[in-house]
T-cell receptor, first 114, second 112 residues
Framework: QKEVEQDPGPLSVPEGAIVSLNCTYS??????FMWYRQYSRKGPELLMY????GNKEDGRFTAQVDKSSKYISLFIRDSQPSDSATYLC??????????????FGKGTKLSVIP | DADVTQTPRNRITKTGKRIMLECSQT?????MYWYRQDPGLGLRLIYY???????NKGEISDGYSVSRQAQAKFSLSLESAIPNQTALYFC???????????FGSGTRLTVV
């Protein structure tokens, strides 16, 4: 079993829909949870990060972490065509000497249709 | 200017050729990374460096080498390119904190 599992999609939704993107993980040492957004022919950019279980909101985006179930989600409300991108979850665990190493999911490709 | 700059943006090369991909950053971060991204396989770590004198192999280092010329520069070399090294290559930097890698825009490499 891979440490981080993410459904690759693709996911296609109409404009204005609520989008739910999800990842599961197996490593209990993961402490920080992130979502990156990657537009076509661009590098991933950090969208949101969270540490504890629960919800974190930023505008139309909500990140949710359930450590007991080892499950994280990203919700996008009122989705826009500009949200069309690949979304990668990432998680970090201590790797010694006070540093952290990231593990990425494979990414979910989202298309928002006008 | 971008915080993390990769050159070239696109490159087509022939099997057996040596090629170097370059990365420079203005973030002042100590840590630098090279990843490759393939459809269906996601991001895979090739090499990483925590400072100028520190180089570490990632999960797929075979066929690659790196050089950390300065805090701000980290280059990736393919000594003898092969077609299955065709991929999108990303350089990233971090402070070593728990999150927040900054990625470059990538180099699309095609080996024919």
């Amino acid at each position: 079993q891979k440490e981080v599992e993410q459904d690759p999609g693709p996911l296609s939704v109409p404009e204005g829909a609520i989008v739910s993107l999800n990842c599961t993980y197996s490593n209990s040492a993961f402490q920080y949870f992130m979502w990156y957004r990657q537009y076509s022919r661009k590098g991933p950019e950090l969208l949101m990060y969270t540490y504890s279980s629960g919800n974190k909101e930023d505008g139309r985006f909500t990140a949710q972490v359930d450590k007991s179930s080892k499950y994280i989600s990203l919700f996008i409300r009122d989705s826009q065509p500009s949200d069309s991108a690949t979304y990668l979850c990432a998680m970090s665990a201590p790797s010694g000497a006070g540093s952290y190493q990231l593990t990425f999911g494979k990414g979910t490709k989202l298309s928002v249709i006008p | 200017d971008a915080d993390v700059t990769q050159t070239p943006r696109n490159r087509i090369t022939k099997t057996g050729k040596r090629i170097m991909l370059e990365c420079s950053q203005t973030k002042g971060h100590d840590r630098m990374y090279w990843y490759r991204q393939d459809p269906g396989l996601g991001l895979r770590l090739i090499y990483y460096s925590f400072d100028v004198k520190d180089i570490n192999k990632g999960e797929i280092s075979d066929g690659y080498s790196v050089s950390r010329q300065a805090q701000a520069k980290f280059s990736l070399s393919l000594e003898s390119a092969i077609p299955n090294q065709t991929a999108l290559y990303f350089c990233a930097t971090s402070t070593g904190s728990n999150y927040g890698y900054t990625f470059g825009s990538g180099t699309r490499l095609t080996v024919v």
